[in-house]
């Protein structure tokens, strides 16, 4: 038999420099929530490509901020106990930004045991490349890193150069996934996730933050036709009842809006017809509350 080899890599950066965005690329599939706010992704991904002989273990991990409640604490040491596990970690920037505290504080932690490979994103963005040279430049000066690859994730450029250096680092050892597995989050967590996607694309600023969604019930059954269809139940939590009524919307309209890109969404990922049924309920500042962290699985 050949020898096996894994990769386990954590994706980490500053909020919206595109993990989320990278990690769906490299693995072929939207396994995790994107969106153009900051703080998108509130726990570890973990997402799975095996190719021949190497397995990939991608974890996207939430953007590196200042904690400013509970949850934000949270979400911060999945940042540094991700890092610390991990052999190999991809730092995401934005290429067009400059260094930034946050960027600072992720290089001082580290330690030089795992292999780190810059990732300056969205060099689409550039009108003029001679740009991205001062960057590369200052941004050689934060760390000593053992590669350095610009790219854009819009426009799938650079991704193999990343799949390619991630390879030197791959190491002899077992596969601990199954070849064909894309994640090991549970279903009703990515259903969950694609819904709370939906809403942060949808609802401006302030609200989405305050969002946390459940899955409550699930069942496939046939419909008049013989084809099966998916029902989901799901609950969208909001932290005040001002937010519930935006959420709703005129006469339901944004939350038949959210619900109509949610169902597209999930239909998509599963290949299933989907029947999906959203409740909103207030949980005053739910994420200061430990309990209901918990209970949200964001512990
Ligand atoms: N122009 C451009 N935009 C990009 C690129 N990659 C990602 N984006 C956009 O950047 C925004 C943030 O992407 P995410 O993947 O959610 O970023 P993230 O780093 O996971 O963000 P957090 O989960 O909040 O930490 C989204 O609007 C993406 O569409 C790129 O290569 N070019
Ligand atoms: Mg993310």
Redesign the pocket.
Known sequence: MNKTKNAFVTIT?R???????LLNALIGEKIAA???K????RTKITGVLTRGEIQYVFIDT??MHKAKNKLSEHMVKTISDSVSESEIVLM?VDATKSISEAEKILAGGFSRREHVILVL??I??FDDKSKLISQLSDYSKLYDFDEVIPI???ENDGLDLVMKAIDNFAAEGPHYFPDDTITDQPEKVIMAEMIRESALNNLSEEIPHGIAVTIDRLGERDDRNGEAILDIEATVFCEKESHKGIIIGKGGSMLRKIGADARARLEDFFRIKVNLQCWIKVKEGWRNKEALIKNFGLD
């Open positions: 950066g909020p919206n420099v595109g993990k989320s965005s994107v969106s153009a900051p703080q998108t992704t939430p953007g995401i994103n969205k689409d963005l854009s994730v819009l």
